[in-house]
């Protein structure tokens, strides 16, 4: 099942895709109709073991059925409690990051936060700050939790997961560094990944049941048509379990919670020369099962 949000920005509300991905179901006169009361994405997420046999049911015969052209596609998930970033997750970016191979990864995961307000729709744009030249792209297979939790075990991880989606994680890397020569205490990694709408997620959120294994899936970035990332996610340091038990032994994890995972090689400050983002670039993104998220780039007006 692919759950998208669609509707106007703030304003969105959940929905399925029906085959062929050209016509959404909402969920709503879906849910009414089975006798339940109308929930928010989250809400879905968090008893969707519960209810995807009975959405799978409506979606025989759904009503007020609409046309994906004929609106806006939100984030799958429009309200996340918490954006989690794993940073440094693949051995290929580890590599290109630090110049050399088999560069040393840390001993645990690094553990990132985003705002949960940067999230936006696949197709909405990325304003790049004024106050960054150096707008960065990163290519990650986003994990949507279900359960909520806290100490989750390794083996209990996958019961906790709701889905998969595409998710940029954006990076103004000179809002990331300008200070590390004084010290490496002034890092400013919040500061760079937290750039209003600097989370693109979707097209869609695919079920756990539709990707048997996330750790096989082949990811792909172009710019301007230019392929600039090309990797599988079997690259990965620690895998999604392992991220899972990591994290919620500091965290409390809730439904609609993301994780983004890490990324492949190929960002743009590591293109000879660096390439970075600027307004009228258009961000492509792939993942197997997750489909196709294609971002432009507006620059922001300071006014």
């Not at 062929?20 to 006169?29: D, K, Q, S």
């Not at 960054?132 to 792209?137: A, G, I, N």
């Not at 939790?145 to 997961?161: F, M």
């Not at 200070?179 to 709408?197: C, E, F, N, V, W």
């Amino acid at each position: 099942m692919k759950i998208v949000s669609f509707g106007p920005a703030g304003a969105e509300q959940p929905g399925v895709l029906l085959d062929g991905e050209t016509r959404i179901a909402p969920l709503a006169p879906l849910l009414q109709r089975a006798g339940l009361t109308v929930l928010d994405t989250n809400s879905i997420l968090s008893l969707l073991p519960q209810l995807q046999q009975v959405i799978e049911d409506g979606l025989k015969d759904p009503a007020g059925v609409v046309e994906v052209d004929s609106v806006r596609l939100g984030p799958p998930v429009p309200r996340p409690e918490k954006i989690v970033v794993a940073g440094g997750n693949y051995q290929s970016h580890v590599d290109e990051a630090m110049g050399k191979k088999n560069a040393p990864s840390p001993s645990e995961p690094l553990l990132i936060f985003k705002p949960s307000n940067t999230v936006i729709g696949p197709h909405d744009a990325l304003v790049r700050p004024a106050a960054s030249q150096q707008l960065d792209y990163e290519t990650e297979i986003a994990v949507v939790i279900g359960r909520g939790g806290h100490n989750i075990a390794r083996e209990d991880a996958y019961e906790h997961i709701a889905g998969y989606m595409i998710g940029n994680d954006v990076t103004a890397r000179d809002m990331a560094f300008k200070d590390m020569a004084l010290h490496p205490m002034y890092s400013q990694i919040t500061r760079a990944k937290g750039i209003p709408t600097g989370a693109p997620i979707g097209p869609w959120l695919a079920t756990r049941d539709e990707i048997p294994d996330p750790h096989k899936l082949h990811l792909q970035c172009w710019v301007n048509g230019e392929l600039r990332q090309d990797g599988w996610s079997s690259e990965m340091i620690i895998d999604i379990p392992g991220l899972i038990e990591d994290f919620s032994k500091v965290l409390h994890f809730s439904p609609g919670d993301i994780i983004l995972t890490g990324t492949t090689t190929g960002c743009g400050a590591f293109q000879n020369p660096p390439a970075f983002l600027f307004g009228g670039d258009v961000v492509r993104m792939e993942i197997t099962g997750l489909g196709v998220m294609e971002t432009p780039i507006a620059d922001e007006v300071v006014r």
